[in-house]
């Protein structure tokens, strides 16, 4: 026993022995696999020093600084079939490699050799090795593609753990994985990685799986199915099926997989993830975060490591968050496109179908806001410019808060139900097609029914057909309206059926003020002194707490030539006369009253703007004097002029 232990302490005999272990395989199996050194001890432990394994272009796939180990059963060795007790691995050297225009990796080259029906020599066993526990420290794993234009899939750096109820038989792996942990190149450190490891010619499964970081807890089931030639492409064409139950993971360990994650959040999930790590469904995905973001439905991601053609389909319960919650957690994917008008919606939540592209989306969604309901069937493209995006489809707005969103507190809650077709979503470059009914609309504190509406409202202009079956207000108006540039322009026809100017806020000064008839306009201008233009008023029947009062026709004509004003007015029982001048309407008044009070020596004139004049010829008939001015005088009549025209601009 003496003899042998000197014997096998001789480096010359360690070297020739670590050639004859190795020896039996590399002619068995076609390897190159090497030994530096082996010792032998007295009671039949044994360390291996300097293990190499080569891949078929040579270089370096596997080294191992240092394994120690006992051997159950010494002649087993010649047979290939290796059972060791307890053992340890330390500085072990992994480099998985897919060579320039070859498809399979060095790895599985490898592996295929102790395939049961590919031995070298067709009479040998197949290549066994056993331990019940297998301790590692400083494992190191590189994953390299050298047809990528970036070569590095993933490395692991620092590793230890270890292994229980090891085993290889042929091409097939199984063990126990307990308290793994890593570093990976990215700067994801994994504390513990626990599982039941499986690895066969067409599968791996990793069960009871635990993967922890120091923020971030997965528990997990997990099947990967492949044809072996197509692990070298394991993102696209290796199928999983994985079931995650009762896990966290934190967005900073997320930031560092994918950089369009941020803030400090814990998302908390379940679901079953189906297909590949590149095109994969997340079905009965239970997920809600510590500050507020919930997601509960089916999930599709297409391209989700390939990020250029990324697409996204979900068909949810339940989704909600708010502005912040979705900015701060994907301040890159959302940060720049999300419409800060999203912050006015408050906490939302919608439940429906929707599909995701950089640039597109096509939606079939509830949703729930602080300002109102949303119910749209919408297709929109150009969505990463919001002044840019195009949509149509079918939309529902029910008590939608006009007044909120567009900072008008003119406008209160609104409901639509119909078609749009337009481009834009900010007030200033909206241009969309509306068909549908306007339910309801608050406008100047009165709440407006059943509007009918058919045209294109684009940036304060608005072309088409509207309909009013309100209760007090019944007719119909074509034409345009047109308020987006800085003079406007009025193009339209009104039949008034019935109008309760009292109860639309837009008339006080009578307790009884009831309209109909018909307004056809062909104006241009903002206000008293550009106005140029026609106003025909037809068949109107004004109404108050004293009488009815029919006019039949009232024409305005308006022109503005050579610095001189005139305007004509015609109606057999309103009104008949002309305005000539060159005059300011809001000192029209004051110019008047000057005129008639310098012919008295001691009156003190208005300051007004200099080189004005005014001459006017009115017959003025007792219907509109009974209407608007009892006791009239002259300039009552100027200012019934001045009350005229500012109807004709609201």
């Known amino acids: 026993m003496v003899f042998l232990i000197i014997t ?31 010792d032998l001890s007295f009671l039949g432990s044994v360390s291996l020093k300097g293990i190499e394994i080569k891949d078929h272009h040579q270089d370096t796939l596997i080294y191992v600084e240092r394994l120690r180990s006992s051997l159950l059963d010494v002649k087993r060795i010649l047979e290939n ?49 056993s331990s019940s526990n297998i301790y590692f420290e400083n494992i190191n794993y590189k994953q390299i593609d050298e047809n990528k234009t970036i070569p590095l899939d993933f490395a692991a750096y620092h590793g230890g753990g270890s292994l229980q109820d090891f085993s290889i038989v042929g091409p097939n792996v199984f063990l126990k994985i307990r308290g793994l942990y890593f570093i990976e190149n990215r700067g994801l450190e994994i504390t513990n990685l626990t599982t039941d490891f499986k690895y066969t010619k067409s599968q791996m499964q990793f069960y009871n799986t635990i993967l922890q970081t120091n923020t971030s807890t997965l528990f997990a089931d997990i099947d990967f199915n492949y044809e072996r030639e197509n692990l070298s492409k394991f993102i696209e064409l290796v199928n999983i099926n994985a079931n995650f139950k009762n896990s966290f993971v934190s967005t900073t360990d997320l930031k560092k997989i994918y950089n369009e994650f941020d803030g ?32 509960i439905g089916d999930v599709n991601l297409i391209n989700s490591v390939k990020q250029e053609e990324f697409f996204l389909s979900a068909n949810l319960e339940n989704a909600s968050a708010d502005y912040f919650k979705l900015k701060e957690v994907f301040p890159n994917l959302l940060g720049k496109t999300l419409p800060t008008e999203l912050i006015k919606f408050g906490e939302f939540s919608l439940s429906g179908f929707t599909k995701i592209t950089p640039s597109s989306i096509e939606a079939t969604l509830d ?76 406008f100047n504190k009165y709440n407006y029914q059943n509007i009918t509406v058919n045209g294109l409202y684009q940036n304060n202009l608005f072309n088409g057909k509207l309909g009013f079956v309100d209760d007090n ?9 047109d308020l987006s540039e800085e003079i406007n322009k009025f193009d339209f026809k009104t039949t008034i059926n019935y109008a309760n100017l009292r109860a639309l806020n837009l008339y006080s000064r009578d307790s009884i003020s009831e309209l109909s008839g018909v307004i ?27 009488e009815l009062y029919p006019f039949k026709q009232f024409l305005i004509f308006s022109t503005f030539k050579d610095g001189v ?62 209407v608007f001015y009892p006791e009239i ?18």
């Open 264 to 295: 400090n959040d814990i998302l908390r999930f379940e679901t079953t993830l189906k297909g590949s790590l590149n095109n994969f469904s997340l079905q009965s995905l239970n997920l809600s975060s510590d500050k507020g973001i919930e997601i």
């Open 473 to 481: 207000l019944n007719g119909t108006f074509e034409g345009l309206a």
């Open 8 to 38: 096998f302490s001789i480096p010359a005999v360690q070297t020739k022995l670590a050639g004859l272990v190795t020896e039996n395989l590399n002619e068995d199996f076609g390897t190159s696999l090497k030994i530096s050194k082996v």
């Open 633 to 650: 005088s002259v300039l009552q009549v100027l200012r019934l002029l001045v009350v005229l025209n500012q109807m004709i601009i609201n």
């Open 520 to 546: 056809d306009l062909d104006l241009t201008g903002n206000k008293f002194d550009n106005v140029i233009g026609i106003a025909n008023f037809k068949n109107i029947e004004y109404t108050n707490e004293k």
């Open 367 to 442: 949703i729930n806001s602080e300002i109102g309901k949303v119910v749209a069937d919408l297709e929109l493209n150009n969505f990463d410019s919001l002044d840019n995006a195009v949509y149509n489809g079918e939309v529902l707005l029910d008590k939608f808060d006009l007044g909120n969103l567009f900072d008008d507190d003119t406008f209160g809650n609104f409901s639509f139900e119909g078609l749009v077709d337009g481009k834009g979503f900010r007030l200033e470059n909206i241009n969309t097609q509306l068909i549908g009914t306007i339910s309801q609309i608050e």
């Open 565 to 626: 004003r005139q305007i004509r007015i015609d109606s057999e029982d309103i009104i008949k006369g002309e305005l000539i001048g060159d005059f300011k309407f809001e000192e029209m008044l004051p110019l008047a009253q000057n005129a008639l009070g310098s012919m008295y020596s001691n009156y003190t004139p208005y300051e007004v703007s200099l080189n004005q004049f005014l001459k006017f010829d009115f017959v003025i008939y007792n219907k509109i004097v009974d």
């Open 81 to 129: 079939n290796i059972q060791l007790k307890s053992t340890s691995l330390k500085g072990v050297y992994v480099n998985v490699k897919n060579y320039k225009d070859e498809e399979i990796d060095n790895l599985t080259v490898f592996v295929d050799k102790f395939e049961d029906d590919n031995p070298t020599d067709p009479s040998s066993n197949p290549f066994k090795i």
